[in-house]
């Protein structure tokens, strides 16, 4: 019994040494204007989503939003993220739960937008063949809302995608986060990246 609770806790270990803390800071642009302006429109368009799944049903969806002021003083471009994934420990308390998952929100800013694309583009889609001996190397994208990682352990390749969580009605202060990953569905990002570029593309 002492063997197996030894390698156990081993793996555990191995599993957290092998990944760089998530910390995400702040919020994105997008949000605080929502915040600070008592009159605005907020334009959604899911005529195209990018979208991410994992092999247990959760997943990741991407489509193009517009926030603007009346006067159109203010008009900033970027994503909205939807996460819909598994309950979890850490926000269980607000959680609203539909069919057994329940859905966050978060917005990610023109400029993180191109930067996530070179991100993947440069550091997860050429290594989707890259294995190690006895080592692992995460790649890692923040914004101001989201930490992106992309871990090679040995052989296995896993995406995380850790999201600030601001409450079913996006009126908390974001402290906690929810986590979205998978193993299974690692070789879709080119997919979602050339979904990605069509979005930048339309952004001015």
Known sequence: MKKYSFFIVFLISFSINAQVQRAI??????????????????FRDWTNIASFKSGIGETVK??????STPDKKIILQGLQLDAEVKPQETVISSQTAVKGMFKRTIFIDKDDVNGMISF???????????TYKKQSKEYVF????????????????????????????GDKKGA????????SKVDDIPNLLNTLKIFAKQMK
């Open 25 to 42: 800071e702040g919020s994105s642009i997008i949000r605080k204007n929502i915040l600070v302006n008592q009159e605005f429109n907020f």
């Open 120 to 130: 993947i583009e440069r550091d997860i889609v050429p290594n989707l063949k890259t």
């Open 62 to 67: 991407m489509y193009p939003i517009i926030f």
């Open 142 to 169: 923040k914004s101001n809302e989201m930490f992106f990682s992309f871990l090679i352990n040995e052989k296995d390749l896993r995406i995380t995608i850790h999201i600030a969580d601001y409450g079913p009605l």
């Open 176 to 183: 906690d986060q929810i986590e979205f990953w998978t193993e």
